[in-house]
């Protein structure tokens, strides 16, 4: 479906099609490796709970926000993060928090928490900020005419908060060469058909020697900068000064390189194209819709009267928050997410065997006609305040929700939210016209083949 405007209901995204039946198994497993979202029926926007069968696995589509309590918090226990994102993660990111279960996942959660927390946050706004004027400044500069890809815009710009709030205190060392190579890695991830449909670990699965040469190179820098680390005096108050300082509560023990090395993977592959997508689609959508960028635009001019944002401003940047929080309803980067039963399990009637895939689709939920009113239109009233504490729980969920809700997310709103005000306050961006764009969900919802556009300085 393309993007369409209609007075009643707003500004219509574009969102792939949905079929009336379940696409034949070869054709699924296609779409699947190429747009996850593409495969999706009209029912599974209708309805709570669809049971069925992929290859030899049983599965289950949660739709319904008690049943995704159930497997997200209440019986987090019983169900692992998905085995076929597991594996295609785990040659990048090892044992890190993304990739890790049980008493493993724990400690290692216990020991990260205290980075996250917004006395740390606060620290790294100055970074956000700074960045984005820089690139405000450049592309105020550009000629009206000129074609930008804000997409890789927002990409590199996040990609440069990361380097710096990891590895800020190093001087010297290329780290953005850390984030190419993470990106080469990632463009080679898809899933693998014997994954998807179920097959026993020994049938043999491809694996990209490209992504394998990107891994290399990422490894060395990053090795590299633990072992300078260690030897300096002070640990440094970035990412990595912040692992290494670390301490488990509970034994005293730090992480080892091989740890330090894994989470540091963690947080740029999860930490950096997620918030890029969510900006992406922001300026996408305020493209289409005039008043909505009035009304930001009207905010931004009070809050901030054409001074630089900071930490502070954050609680006060209300209605920015509330179109960023649109925008990742209707395209959520994380768009899905799966858990897998380990033992016997039951939900109401419902029997759960061991081995049941039970997915969970932001995307879906975020569109369901269950949950939402004129639920494909884009409407950021939808988090003005009094709607939003009027939501049912478990039906919006970007960041996930329970025990192994994102760690990042305090990190990654602020991050939106100062970067989306700086560059708003200075320039307006505009879709080429005739340009078509669509969400492609690889690891996260893209537009898709990119995002250009001109740029009008205010
Ligand atoms: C808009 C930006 C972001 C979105 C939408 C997002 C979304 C998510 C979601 C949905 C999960 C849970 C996945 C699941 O339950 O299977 C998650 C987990 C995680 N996220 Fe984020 N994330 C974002 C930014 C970040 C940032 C900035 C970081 C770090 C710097 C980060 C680090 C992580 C980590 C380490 C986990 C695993 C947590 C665990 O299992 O304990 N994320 N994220």
Redesign the pocket.
């Known amino acids: 479906m393309t993007a369409a405007a209609s007075d009643n209901l707003g500004f219509i995204p574009a969102f792939p099609a949905r079929h009336e039946r379940r696409l034949p198994l070869l054709q699924l497993l296609k779409t699947l490796r190429e747009n996850a979202i593409g495969t999706y029926t009209q029912d599974a926007f209708e309805r709570d709970i669809i049971i069925y069968r992929l290859g030899f696995k049983p599965m289950i589509l949660a739709n319904h926000p008690d049943l995704i309590r159930h497997v997200?918090l209440d019986n987090a226990a019983n169900y692992e993060?998905d085995p076929v994102?597991k594996r295609l993660l785990e040659p990048g990111l090892g044992k890190?928090?993304?990739t890790s279960e049980g008493a493993e996942?724990k400690r290692q959660?216990r020991m990260?928490a205290p980075i996250f927390q917004p006395r740390r946050l606060a620290g790294f706004a100055a970074i956000m900020t700074d960045y984005s004027e820089r690139l405000a400044r450049k592309l105020a500069a550009l000629p009206p005419t000129c074609h930008v890809d804000m997409a890789e815009q927002m990409m590199l710009l996040t990609l440069d908060v990361?380097a710096r709030t990891m590895f800020g205190s190093d001087d010297g060392t290329d780290v953005s060469a850390v984030g190419e190579a993470m990106d080469r890695y990632q463009a080679t991830v898809r899933p693998n058909i014997p994954d998807l449909i179920g097959l026993p670990r020994w049938v043999p699965r491809p694996a990209a020697a490209e992504g394998q040469r990107a891994l290399a190179e990422m490894d060395a820098i990053i090795n590299g900068l633990i072992q300078r680390r260690r030897e300096r005096a002070e640990l440094g108050n970035d990412l990595l000064g912040l692992l290494l300082a670390a301490r488990d509560d509970e034994t005293g023990a730090a992480l080892d390189d091989r740890e330090v090395r894994d989470q540091m993977a963690?947080?740029f592959l999860?930490?950096?194209e997620?918030?890029a997508t969510?900006l992406a689609w922001t300026w996408y959508l305020l493209s289409h819709a005039p008043q909505v960028e009035a009304k930001l635009h009207a905010e931004l001019d009070t809050v901030l009267g054409g001074r630089a944002a900071t930490n502070a401003d954050y609680d006060k940047l209300i209605y920015t928050r509330m179109v960023l929080e649109e925008a990742?309803r209707l395209y959520?980067?994380?768009h899905t997410?799966a858990r897998q039963a380990m033992a016997e399990d039951r939900f109401g009637d419902i029997a759960i065997p061991p081995g049941t895939m039970v997915i969970i689709s932001?995307y879906i939920m975020h569109r369901h006609r269950l949950y939402w009113q004129n639920p494909d239109a884009f409407d950021p009233e939808n988090f003005a305040p009094e709607k939003a504490a009027q939501r049912r729980r478990y039906t919006y969920?970007?960041?996930?929700?329970g025990?192994?809700?994102?760690?990042?997310?305090g990190?990654?709103m602020i991050?939106?939210v100062l970067i989306l005000a700086t560059l708003a306050q200075k320039l307006r961006a505009r879709l080429v016209p005739g340009a078509k764009v669509a969400p492609v969900a690889k690891i996260t919802l893209r537009p898709s083949p990119g995002l250009p556009m001109t740029i009008q300085p205010r």
Request: proline share 12%.
């Open positions: 997200m993060r994102g890190g928090l993304l996942w959660r990260m990361i963690t947080f999860a930490g950096h997620t918030t969510t990742m959520p980067p994380a997410t932001p969920l970007p960041f996930g929700a025990p192994r809700i994102c760690i990042g997310q990190f990654a991050e939106a």
